[in-house]
């Protein structure tokens, strides 16, 4: 099984950065379609951002322009640049594989700050 942890979260003022990294046990990056999701307190867990093993990458309307996926040259790493943050940004941030179908991480805190 694929175990997945993220990092990089925590508490920023509005308008505010963070990059959040999601490392894997498997060297996944390389050939797999991977995702960003968040989930917000009482709502269901939504898709941030996607990239393809190829780059190409997705956004939600909602982080479009703010957020970048990315993965390192490595391909043993992938991020999620947000800038711009905004209150409604807050959740906890996880990553996946674009279908979810690895184990779900434990995710990490993204608190905007008003």
């Known amino acids: 099984q694929v175990r997945l942890v993220e990092s990089g979260g925590g508490l920023v003022q509005t308008g505010g950065s963070l990059r959040l990294s999601c490392a894997a046990s498997a060297s996944i990056f390389a050939v797999m379609h991977m995702a960003w999701y968040r989930q917000a307190p009482g709502q269901e867990r939504e898709l941030v951002a996607s990239?393809?093993?190829?780059?190409?990458?997705n956004y939600a309307d909602s982080v479009k322009d703010r957020f970048t996926i990315s993965t390192d040259n490595a391909k043993t790493t992938m991020y999620l640049q947000m800038n711009s943050l905004k209150p409604e940004d807050t959740a906890v941030y996880f990553c996946?594989?674009?279908?979810?179908?690895?184990?779900w991480g434990q995710g990490t805190q993204v608190t905007v700050s008003s």
């Open positions: 990239i393809t093993s190829g780059g190409s990458t």
């Open positions: 996946n594989r674009r279908t979810g179908s690895y184990p």
